[in-house]
């Protein structure tokens, strides 16, 4: 079973930037789409972005288009969250998550980002100050 650790979260201020990363361990990468996902106090959990590590597919949630890129590096088994511009509704837990597929492309990436994947790590706190 994949495990996921997270880190790189912390505190900063409007307009600033943090980089989140996701180390992941006991899968085969080309297997498998990892993707971040937020849940903001009494709200619900959703996908923010997400990778294929089979075909370099993703996909971003709208509010962060332009704001947040993912990217994969392979050989060390981690996936990384820069983010850029942040604002106070981008607070919240940031949660690693990792599906494995046999199929993946576009339209796979963006249904693993909507749904649940099977496989999360801790979550990492991201607060933005106003």
């Known amino acids: 079973e994949v495990q996921l650790v997270e880190s790189g979260g912390g505190l900063v201020q409007t307009g600033g930037s943090l980089t989140l990363s996701c180390a992941a361990s006991g899968f085969t990468p080309g297997d498998y789409a990892i993707g971040w996902f937020r849940q903001a106090p009494g709200k619900e959990r959703k996908g923010v972005s997400c990778?294929?590590?089979?075909?370099?597919?993703?996909y971003y949630e709208d509010s962060v288009k332009g704001r947040f890129t993912i990217s994969s590096d392979n050989a060390k088994n981690t996936v990384h969250l820069q983010m850029i511009d942040l604002k106070p509704e981008d607070t919240a837990v940031y949660y690693c998550a990792a599906e494995r597929g046999s199929l993946w492309g576009p339209l796979q990436t963006y249904y693993f980002c909507s749904g649940w994947p099977g496989s999360w790590g801790q979550g990492t706190q991201v607060t933005v100050s106003s």
């Open positions: 990778i294929s590590l089979n075909d370099g597919s993703t």
